[in-house]
């Protein structure tokens, strides 16, 4: 243990200094890190470590998916289905409708239920059906219902996470929470109003035509006819329009805010598929009115005065500038396959975070000094070559920090506190061996060699225990467990590197320029 390659020597030297650089940026506020960035060359680090909620002030959201939502339009859809499918069949049925999770319809002729249950198990192969006399139910199995719902839950947390991607808040934590709800923590997001209104809209976008076969007032009096329903419009009033979706906003793949004539607009850009779906629709309806609809909603329903066949178009509705920024926004992220609701909100002051963070300063240097003390009285010489690898397992730590750009939080700076203490245990194990060596009479040389050969097991499995119980929290814990986890797992890791390697390292060079015939131990 005493014979250190040459090769080690230098990995170990270029890791310390890797640290050092990587942790430097750190020692700056963000502005100062990002000038700095500007000035020198690209190649050299400027990331920082990134504070989380509790530290840097922001916004907690939990919000609750309604999954009730998508089982309802599935069943309305399955209802539409069956509907065409028993009319081809010429099968008579009365009372068909939308259940809680299935559809239920009553046969006429007893004759045609066998037909009728066939037809209802083709819909969809997750259904079971059930007879009673002449009445047909088809729900939705248990799992087939849960796997719906879970899958609504998934793709809205990704849709949520492009939302916020776009309005560049930096590291949001976005985590599923139970069966149906999110965790949205916003670190540094001042305006969470205008986060909850971009999470409010559903943001499901179709171009329909306007029927004018009737009047608003007519249909307002309850003369609609069938096939179309009466819709608000932006403007206060009221459009009457075809149920039958010309095309989906599922086909849109780009949408930018833009101007024409002064005025904001929302310019987009459908597929391939959703822009020959618009050009069929526009040429054959030169001279009628399509109603562009978000979330229930007629934002215009302009005239077509000619074939629209670029796939391409312009979104006029008296928007204000950054109305239009945020439905460009949400048209690009998607839309959420169920509306969210809020169920709870925190706002955090950055001066609760500065206070924070000034706290756990004060805890770590006082930590630090105290562990540096120590190691001094009780070891010497040998308790400031392990005050210099603390040192250096701190900026590994902080380096770890910035290239992954994990977030600190409040239990990761007394995760960071709690390496500090545990740091130098493998320094204390190796010393004490050391010590015991020397009392029954070996060499400086051997009692250091014996000493780092048999305190290594004892190291290696008092880390490795912790390291797994550290893992363990990270992968069942949340939120603010993880960010101790994290921490911790990084300052044992780096603790058992700079007591194996960066202190042996020093005590070898010492060993040799020395020579040593006791040890200031």
Same mark, same amino acid.
């Given at each position: 243990?005493?014979?250190?390659?040459?090769?080690?020597?230098?990995?170990?030297?270029?890791?310390?200094?890797?640290?050092?650089?990587?942790?430097?940026?750190? !020692?700056?506020?963000?502005?100062?890190?990002?000038?700095?960035?500007?000035?020198?060359?690209?190649?050299?680090?400027?990331?920082?470590?990134?504070?989380?909620?509790?530290?840097?002030? /922001?916004?907690?959201?939990?919000?609750?998916?309604?999954?009730?939502?998508?089982?309802?339009?599935?069943?309305?859809?399955?209802?539409?289905?069956?509907?065409?499918?028993?009319?081809?069949?010429?099968? /008579?049925?009365?009372?068909?409708?939308?259940?809680?999770?299935?559809?239920?319809?009553?046969?006429?002729?007893?004759?045609?239920?066998?037909?009728?249950?066939?037809?209802?198990?083709? !819909?969809?192969?997750?259904?079971?059906?059930?007879?009673?006399?002449?009445?047909?139910?088809?729900?939705?199995?248990?799992?087939?219902?849960?796997a719906r719902r879970s899958a609504a839950v998934e793709q809205s947390i990704e849709i949520v996470r492009r939302r916020i991607d776009e309005t560049g808040t930096r590291?949001?934590?976005?985590?599923?929470?139970?069966?149906?709800?999110?965790?949205?923590?916003?670190?540094?997001?001042?305006?969470?109003?205008?986060?909850?209104?971009?999470?409010?809209?559903?943001?499901?976008?179709?171009?329909?035509?306007?029927?004018?076969?009737?009047?608003?007032?007519?249909?307002?009096?309850?003369?609609?006819?069938?096939?179309?329903?009466?819709?608000?419009?932006?403007? /206060?009033?009221?459009?009457?329009?075809?149920?039958?979706?010309?095309?989906?906003?599922?086909?849109?793949?780009?949408?930018?805010?833009?101007?024409?004539?002064?005025r904001p607009v929302v310019s987009f850009r459908f597929d391939s598929l959703g822009a020959r779906r618009f050009g069929e629709a526009t040429r054959d309806n030169v001279?009628?009115?399509?109603?562009?609809?978000?979330?229930?909603?007629?934002?215009?329903?302009?005239?077509?005065?000619?074939?629209?066949?670029?796939?391409?178009?312009?979104?006029?509705?008296?928007?204000?500038?950054?109305?239009?920024?945020?439905?460009?926004?949400?048209?690009?992220?998607?839309?959420?396959?169920?509306?969210?609701?809020?169920?709870?909100?925190?706002?955090?002051?950055?001066?609760?975070?500065?206070?924070?963070?000034?706290?756990?300063?004060?805890?770590?240097?006082?930590?630090?000094?105290?562990?540096?003390?120590?190691?001094?009285?009780?070891?010497?010489?040998?308790?400031?070559?392990?005050?210099?690898?603390?040192?250096?397992?701190?900026?590994?730590?902080?380096?770890?920090?910035?290239? !992954?750009?994990?977030?600190?939080?409040?239990?990761?700076?007394?995760?960071?506190?709690?390496?500090?203490?545990?740091?130098?245990?493998?320094?204390?194990?190796?010393?004490?061996?050391?010590?015991?060596?020397?009392?029954?009479?070996?060499?400086?040389?051997?009692?250091?060699?014996?000493?780092?050969?048999?305190?290594?097991?004892?190291?290696?499995?008092?880390?490795?225990?912790?390291?797994?119980?550290?893992?363990?929290?990270?992968?069942?814990?949340?939120?603010?467990?993880? /960010?101790?986890?994290?921490?911790?797992?990084?300052?044992?890791?780096?603790?058992?590197?700079?007591?194996?390697?960066?202190?042996? !390292?020093?005590?070898?060079?010492?060993?040799?320029?020395?020579?040593?015939?006791?040890?200031?131990?």
């Amino acid at each position: 243990m005493v014979y250190f390659a040459k090769w080690k020597v230098i990995l170990v030297v270029a890791l310390c200094l890797l640290s050092l650089v990587y942790a430097a940026p750190n !020692l700056m506020n963000r502005a100062e890190v990002e000038q700095w960035g500007q000035d020198l060359p690209s190649w050299l680090p400027t990331r920082t470590v990134n504070l989380g909620l509790d530290l840097q002030g /922001g916004s907690h959201l939990l919000l609750e998916v309604e999954t009730d939502v998508v089982i309802q339009e599935r069943m309305n859809a399955l209802v539409d289905s069956a509907r065409t499918e028993l009319r081809e069949a010429r099968i /008579g049925y009365t009372d068909l409708g939308a259940e809680r999770a299935g559809i239920a319809f009553t046969v006429r002729d007893q004759a045609d239920v066998e037909r009728a249950v066939s037809l209802a198990r083709g !819909l969809e192969t997750d259904l079971q059906v059930e007879t009673s006399g002449n009445r047909v139910v088809a729900t939705l199995t248990e799992a087939a219902e849960a796997a719906r719902r879970s899958a609504a839950v998934e793709q809205s947390i990704e849709i949520v996470r492009r939302r916020i991607d776009e309005t560049g808040t930096r590291e949001p934590s976005i985590q599923r929470q139970g069966a149906e709800r999110i965790l949205l923590q916003l670190p540094g997001v001042d305006d969470p109003e205008r986060v909850k209104r971009l999470l409010g809209q559903t943001a499901k976008m179709t171009f329909r035509f306007v029927d004018d076969t009737t009047t608003v007032a007519e249909a307002q009096a309850g003369r609609i006819p069938p096939g179309s329903e009466l819709l608000p419009s932006r403007d /206060g009033g009221f459009e009457v329009v075809r149920k039958r979706v010309m095309v989906s906003g599922d086909t849109l793949v780009d949408s930018q805010p833009s101007f024409q004539d002064g005025r904001p607009v929302v310019s987009f850009r459908f597929d391939s598929l959703g822009a020959r779906r618009f050009g069929e629709a526009t040429r054959d309806n030169v001279g009628k009115r399509f109603a562009i609809v978000l979330d229930n909603e007629v934002i215009s329903a302009p005239v077509i005065n000619e074939p629209i066949l670029g796939g391409s178009g312009i979104i006029q509705g008296g928007f204000t500038t950054q109305s239009a920024n945020d439905l460009a926004l949400l048209l690009r992220a998607g839309a959420l396959p169920a509306p969210l609701t809020v169920l709870e909100e925190r706002t955090v002051g950055p001066g609760l975070g500065a206070d924070s963070i000034a706290a756990g300063q004060i805890a770590a240097l006082v930590g630090l000094a105290l562990v540096i003390v120590f190691m001094t009285i009780s070891y010497g010489l040998f308790g400031l070559f392990a005050n210099v690898a603390l040192v250096f397992n701190i900026t590994f730590i902080f380096a770890a920090l910035s290239i !992954l750009q994990a977030t600190l939080t409040l239990p990761g700076i007394a995760g960071i506190v709690l390496t500090i203490g545990m740091a130098v245990d493998a320094n204390v194990l190796i010393f004490e061996r050391i010590r015991e060596e020397l009392k029954i009479g070996r060499t400086p040389i051997a009692a250091i060699d014996a000493g780092y050969n048999r305190a290594l097991t004892t190291i290696i499995d008092s880390n490795l225990t912790t390291l797994i119980a550290a893992l363990l929290l990270f992968m069942f814990g949340s939120g603010p467990i993880k /960010g101790f986890a994290v921490t911790l797992s990084i300052g044992i890791v780096a603790s058992m590197f700079t007591a194996i390697m960066v202190t042996r !390292l020093m005590v070898v060079v010492w060993l040799r320029r020395t020579r040593p015939k006791t040890v200031p131990i």
